[in-house]
């Protein structure tokens, strides 16, 4: 029933339409696989579901709940939305609920709430002299709307005087339903997995990590199948967790292609190699059984950028900000600019005539302090698109092809460096060669499910060691190699070493 309703939503209402509230309703099977992934026996069960859509998700849940040979005595079911159009659906789901129920001998209640979940959620949770305490829930199954959130608007505001400060509407809905959450009850979420690592999620996942045991996530291994028809690109997790301070010894990861879950490959992994027990940005590393050699290969490389003395920026010239010191052509009292359309072959070509970007930035008092001396530098690529087939793009920046005494990075690339200072040149080939490597890219996709690419992630691979790229360095001439030579000189080096 289920998978006609959303399909009927998502002909007869456009994309954009269902974007801008957020709504991309779950298939049936997914909803199911996330119903059994909860665990325990429970007689007294009080679900909700916020942003529920059809009710998707609660309807799987009960019906799961209620097949299992301990069922419960007791269901309640408390489902938030907004969509006028969708609440017919939600009241069916209600009425279907309710016969599973009482065919099943299990009492029941249900109540659907046409309201914002963000403001009734911090209104409910909000501790104050006259605040009278709010009935907590035991399971609690969630897809939240996936938007982000601008940072002057009233929910922001509402939202950062409520303590929660997130970058999308999706972290929001899932950091109040945790407040919402009984101890020792479970909640399992389907999101985005932009939250497991990078900087805007690093609160949230601070405080998903602090307040809830994390004992399951599955992965999709691949972006667009779990919501295919939808064109939903994110490549989204599902999550399992127990309100209570204590971390559990293992994670199950788990893995699907796309919806078949009779193909499920399933790891426990201990929990101090999901979230590594000092890590201060507690990234969440998704290392699956597949990904097992290469993690495997990745260890035999054991230098981080500190040992290598090496530093990784972000480029300092924000273009729009230096709009008037941009120069299409280098000139007289200018210096070379460089974006991503300089990436050739490995290599940084400039200037470029044909493109829409400036090549060259004016050296004045305000302007001198963004560059940096003449020397090599290893460049990547900040952002890439969902299409590009690799995210890790390095580019060598040869002083000797641009002639200059100084040089800006822009904003859209990050820079490595030696104390703001050039690299020795083998060193910058061999770095910008290994960086190329699809094992690097590969690894990458494993801790990072979004698409750009920060100095912070940057920081946290494993590099080769100082001789390790000497001698990647030295295949490198006048032009990168090509990925097959790149990938076996890599490869080599991670099997000899
Ligand atoms: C991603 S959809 C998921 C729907 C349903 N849970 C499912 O899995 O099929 C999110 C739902 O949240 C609703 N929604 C968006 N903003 C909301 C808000 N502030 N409060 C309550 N519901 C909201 C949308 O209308 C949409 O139906």
């Given amino acids: 029933m289920f998978d006609e309703v959303r399909q009927y939503f998502n002909s007869s209402t456009s994309r954009a339409a269902r974007a801008r509230i957020g709504q991309f309703l779950t298939p049936a099977s997914i909803a199911r696989f996330m119903s059994s992934m ?3 026996r429970w007689r007294k069960v009080r679900i909700l579901d916020p942003g529920a859509g059809a009710g998707a998700l609660f309807s799987s849940c009960v019906e799961y709940l209620v097949s299992r040979k301990e069922r419960p005595n007791s269901i309640e079911i408390v489902a938030y939305e907004t969509d006028a159009n969708i609440i017919p659906y939600l009241e069916k789901s209600i009425r279907w609920c309710e016969s599973l129920c009482t065919s099943a001998g299990t009492s029941f209640h249900g109540e659907i709430k046409v309201k ?55 972290a929001a809905f899932v950091w109040l339903s945790m407040r919402l959450l009984e101890t020792g009850g479970q909640m399992v979420a389907i999101t985005p997995r932009s939250f497991c690592n990078g900087p805007y999620f690093r609160k949230f996942r601070i405080e998903l990590l602090k307040t809830t045991s994390l004992r399951h996530i599955h992965v999709f291994m691949s972006r667009k199948k779990p919501f295919g028809d939808d064109n939903v690109l994110q490549e989204n997790v599902i999550y399992r967790v127990i309100r209570k301070s204590q971390k559990p010894k293992f994670v199950t990861i788990s893995s699907t292609e796309g919806v078949d879950f009779s193909r499920l490959l ?31 290969m990745m260890e035999r490389f054991t230098a981080s950028l500190g040992d290598l003395d090496l530093e990784v920026s972000t480029g300092r010239i924000v273009d729009f900000r230096a709009k008037d010191y941009l120069r299409k052509s280098p000139r007289r009292g200018t210096v070379p600019l460089i974006y991503p359309c300089h990436f050739q072959n490995g290599f940084i070509k400039w200037p470029v005539e044909s493109g829409k970007k400036s090549n060259a930035i004016v050296s004045t008092d305000e302007t001198f302090n963004l560059f940096v001396e003449a020397g090599y530098y290893v460049l990547t690529k900040r952002f890439s698109s969902k299409e590009q087939r690799k995210r890790v793009m390095a580019a060598v920046y040869d002083p000797a092809r641009t002639n200059t005494s100084h040089v800006g990075f822009e904003n859209h690339l990050n820079y490595f460096h030696r104390k703001g200072k050039g690299l020795h040149s083998d060193i910058a080939k ?41 001698r990647l360095g030295s295949y490198v001439d006048e032009k990168m190699p090509e990925q097959d030579t790149i990938d076996a000189l890599v490869e080599k080096e991670c099997c000899c070493e």
């Fill in 38 to 40: 909860f665990e325990g």
């Fill in 116 to 170: 914002d979940f963000i403001s009734s959620a911090i209104t409910e949770t909000e501790e104050n002299l006259y605040s009278v305490p709010v009935e907590l829930f035991s399971h609690i199954i969630i897809n939240p709307p996936y938007k982000k959130i601008n940072g002057q608007t009233p929910m922001s505001k509402m939202l950062h005087s409520a303590g929660i400060e997130v970058a999308n509407l999706y």
């Fill in 266 to 296: 399933s790891v426990r992994i201990p929990y101090s190699h999901v979230v590594h027990p000092d890590d201060k940005d507690a990234f969440i590393h998704l290392g699956i059984e597949t990904n097992l050699d290469l993690k495997n």
């Fill in 430 to 470: 061999g770095l910008a060669l290994y960086l190329n490597s699809s094992i690097v890219d590969r690894f990458f996709r494993i801790f990072s499910g979004h698409t750009q690419v920060n100095a912070t992630d940057l920081r946290k691979i494993p590099y080769p060691t100082y001789e390790q790229l000497v």
